[in-house]
């Protein structure tokens, strides 16, 4: 084998993978060795490769900072060692006998030190599984997914906030829903009106500031603004921060200090997440659009500038100390009320998968990611030129070298206010679609994560917050994802639009498996009453995005095809086929299909319970069209009001509750049918 070609399997590059249709493709040498150099092993000639190779092998020379095991199974340990010692989070010690270089298994998942050959090492047991909808309730539970900037409350607001999804809790409690799902509330950039996307974050460990809601926490309300029918965040954002800063500047002590205390156990990463808002909102005010524009003396946080900017900018760092607090305290309030109202699982977040190259995660944890490179998708038939999310996350090399630290912090402030997670792009836990900075997307190469383990830690940290985990699992599915996703109990998405049989008509709700999540859609996909009026073609036909194979009066026969065919499985052509424009009774039945699902929990966007045809967000474009800019058209709880958007969301309900009347599968069987390797 070729050194480069050798260096990148011991990396975990792949020089080969396959298309949507199962075409075999390769990956250029130099694109290897770009990624390879990025990685931080250079190999763009013989003696660079030969010394990379070198360093790997001394690498697995290395005592591991952690080892991931999970209960009742024995765990392989280095060579050599005869006896270890065990500390658990309790504090108690014991001898641990080491037969054959393989600890036997431990029963209880946490955490323990394990201390061998003078080296103390992190042993991280994982149960066998996370939690599931039964350890929350008995039964089928079903719920919204909702965009939180486009509600509306009854005091006017350019863009929604925690106290609006406060309301939404309590209006959807009321109606029996046990889950409510909400787009990432990630940080975003303070106050700066361009990076509004919330799958763009500065970080996933902290919150959107501008979300949070003063009036929950008995403080002053924000004061009323005008909004119109879309978002302009270039407006509604600095004038928000600005609100923030005068609320900060009215506080008395008893505030401050109370703000202190809770701010307390957060310890140096909440203030160096200060820090960097306070370092971004300077530098942003003279055109630097993320850290790498910053003077060279403020991009490492540890150089004594930065110190001297903290020292110098105390009240400002202060000050975004506050509306962290504020955002954290007010998210935990709505979560509360969502329990004490009887929803049993409360809030589903939603983690990105990844981060603004620009951003605080970036400039803070270095040395666990990716640096010059970006992640997105390999070319297919939607992006024939592959997909570049101009995102950045997480190294491979980076989280080993932690201990991954970094991971399992994510996973833990996401699942610290909420009831459960939805991990984005879940694919990326096993491998993730690299791009070599200034280069195309179809430059890239599929590069391998320590799958299991990362699967292994977030059952830990579901299982210590007796939390559920949704892995998204649409598009091309790794080899053997599917399996470990069902064995840890995680729930997949069972999406309308793309369950599909061999024969392209849509299966029946009783086929989806039970360890799933039913849909209606997501943010990124048509309404069923824009996909019925035809709504995603007009934008597809306007914004030139049509198969390049296709006229739009193809796609029109085509739709006309599958409305026949949705209908069919919806209906069993029971009533006759509503013409394009009357979607309103195809909405309902979407609605009752998913309800009455195999799926233990059934999700529908609030834009099919109220029957809307626009969708959040169009993948693939930025400014031509109005991505997370909708708002709803009045406040939620008169639009819930309305007879035929209670008539929808009862529908739902009452489909769950039918389905409970049959039997309940138990199991959660791996089944996938539809995508590639």
């Not at 037969?99 to 047991?125: C, N």
């Not at 486009?150 to 607001?157: D, N, P, V, W």
């Not at 970006?374 to 995102?391: E, K, R, S």
């Amino acid at each position: 084998m070729e050194p480069l070609h050798r260096l990148a399997e011991a990396i975990g590059i792949a020089r080969q993978w396959r298309s949507v249709e199962g075409t075999a493709q390769s990956v250029s040498d130099a694109s290897l060795a770009m990624i390879a150099t990025a990685l931080g092993y250079p190999a763009q000639n013989a003696a660079e490769i030969a010394h990379s190779l070198l360093q790997i092998e001394a690498e697995h020379c290395q005592p591991p900072k952690m080892i991931v095991t999970e209960v009742g199974i024995s765990t392989p340990l280095s060579p050599g060692l005869c006896r270890a010692e065990l500390t658990g989070e309790d504090g108690v010690t014991r001898a641990i006998p080491v037969k054959d270089w393989v600890l036997p298994p431990v029963e209880r998942p946490g955490y323990y030190r394990l201390s061998f050959g003078g080296h103390d090492v992190t042993l991280a047991v994982a149960p066998k599984s996370c939690p599931t909808i039964n350890d929350f309730a008995p039964g089928k539970l079903w719920g919204p997914a909702i965009q939180i900037p486009a509600l509306r409350g009854e005091t006017m607001h350019p863009f929604g906030d925690f106290g609006d999804l406060d309301d939404a809790v309590r209006l959807f409690a009321n109606r029996g829903a046990d889950v409510l799902a909400i787009n990432p509330v990630h940080a975003l950039f303070p106050g700066n009106g361009n990076d509004f996307s919330p799958y763009s974050p500065s970080s996933r460990l902290y919150l959107n500031a501008a979300m949070g809601a003063p009036e929950l926490l008995d403080l002053p309300p924000i004061p009323a603004r005008q909004g119109g029918a879309l978002i302009n965040w270039a407006d509604a954002l600095p004038k928000r921060l600005a609100d923030l800063r005068a609320l900060f500047d009215s506080l008395d002590d008893a505030v401050h200090g109370r703000v202190s205390r809770d701010n307390a156990s957060y310890g140096g990463g909440l203030r160096r997440q200060a820090l960097f808002d306070a370092l971004d909102v300077h530098f942003r005010a003279t055109g630097a659009n993320g850290w790498q524009e910053w003077p060279e003396a403020y991009r490492d946080p540890e150089n004594g500038a930065v110190a001297v900017f903290a020292a110098e900018n105390a009240r400002e760092v202060e000050f975004h100390l506050f509306v962290q607090w504020l955002a954290r305290e007010s998210l935990a309030k709505v979560q509360a009320h969502a329990r004490e109202a009887g929803m049993a699982i409360g809030l589903l977040a939603d983690l990105a998968v990844g981060v603004h190259p620009g951003g605080a995660d970036s400039w803070s944890m270095r040395d666990a990611m990716l640096q010059g490179l970006t992640i997105g998708a390999p070319p297919d038939p939607l992006g024939p030129h592959g997909q570049n999310w101009m995102l950045t996350g997480f190294s491979p090399q980076g989280l080993k070298r932690s201990g991954y630290a970094p991971w399992i912090e994510t996973i833990r402030a996401a699942l610290r206010l909420t009831g459960g997670l939805r991990i984005d792009h879940a694919f990326g836990l096993s491998r993730l679609w690299v791009v070599p900075e200034g280069e195309a997307s179809h430059a890239g190469a599929y590069l391998a994560y320590p799958f299991q383990d990362l699967l292994r830690l977030a059952a830990l940290e579901a299982h210590r917050a007796k939390a559920l985990i949704i892995a998204e699992d649409l598009g091309t599915m790794p080899p053997g994802f599917a399996g470990a996703i069902a064995e840890k109990k995680m729930l997949g998405m069972r999406v309308l639009w793309f369950e599909r049989a061999a024969d392209e008509g849509f299966i029946g709700g009783s086929d989806y498996t039970p360890c799933s999540v039913a849909m209606t859609g997501t943010h990124d996909t048509p309404t069923v009453a824009g996909w019925w009026s035809g709504r995603d073609l007009e934008w597809a036909k306007a914004l030139g995005r049509l198969p390049v194979d296709s006229t739009a009066a193809q796609e029109a026969d085509r739709r006309d095809w599958d409305r026949g065919l949705l209908w069919a499985t919806l209906t069993h052509d029971a009533a006759p086929r509503p013409a394009p424009n009357d979607p309103k009774p195809v909405v309902e039945a979407a609605l009752r299909h998913i309800g009455s699902a195999a799926s233990q929990l059934a999700i529908a966007p609030l834009e099919d319970l109220l029957a809307e045809r626009e969708q959040p967000n169009l993948p693939g474009t930025v400014t031509e069209h109005p991505n997370w800019r909708r708002r709803l058209d009045a406040p939620l709880a008169d639009l819930l009001e309305k007879p035929e958007n209670a008539a929808r969301i009862e529908v739902l309900a009452s489909a769950r509750e039918a389905a409970e009347d049959g039997l309940l599968p138990t199991a959660c069987l791996g089944r996938d049918l539809r995508r590639g390797g």
